[in-house]
């Protein structure tokens, strides 16, 4: 069983920046992709980035598309999701997830069609964007 433990919501101004940390522990062994998903108020949890172990391919969704980065420390098994230029849609938890996968292109067109991960989640950290 993966444990996952994030860090680093919190509040920030509109057109601020975040950093968001997530650090596996147990099962996080070579094949384990790594990612980040949000749940706004209302809404259902959202795909936003995914990471392979190795850090060698990453996937993000649309609306994270110039504006947030994931990377990963692969000896520390933390995976990053710098936030920048936010606004207040960017509001939500976000929850870090860890599943076995050897493509994070296809972790996140299964999300998308099924809106669930066979994988692990953590308990997720909040991120407010307000002035």
């Known amino acids: 069983q993966v444990q996952l433990v994030e860090f680093g919501g919190g509040l920030v101004q509109p057109g601020g920046s975040l950093r968001l940390s997530c650090t596996g522990s147990?099962?996080?062994?070579?094949?384990?992709?790594m990612g980040w998903f949000r749940q706004a108020p209302g809404k259902e949890r959202e795909f936003v980035a995914a990471i392979s172990w190795s850090g060698g391919s990453s996937q993000l969704a649309d609306f994270a598309q110039g504006r947030f980065k994931i990377s990963k420390d692969t000896a520390k098994n933390t995976v990053y999701l710098d936030m920048k230029n936010v606004n207040s849609e960017d509001t939500a938890v976000y929850y870090c997830?860890?599943?076995?996968?050897?493509?994070?292109?296809?972790?996140?067109?299964?999300?998308?069609?099924?809106?669930?991960?066979?994988?692990?989640w953590g308990q997720g950290t909040q991120v407010t964007v307000s002035s």
């Open positions: 147990g099962h996080t062994n070579s094949g384990y992709a």
């Open positions: 997830a860890a599943e076995p996968r050897g493509s994070v292109g296809l972790w996140y067109m299964d999300y998308q069609r099924t809106g669930t991960i066979s994988g692990s």
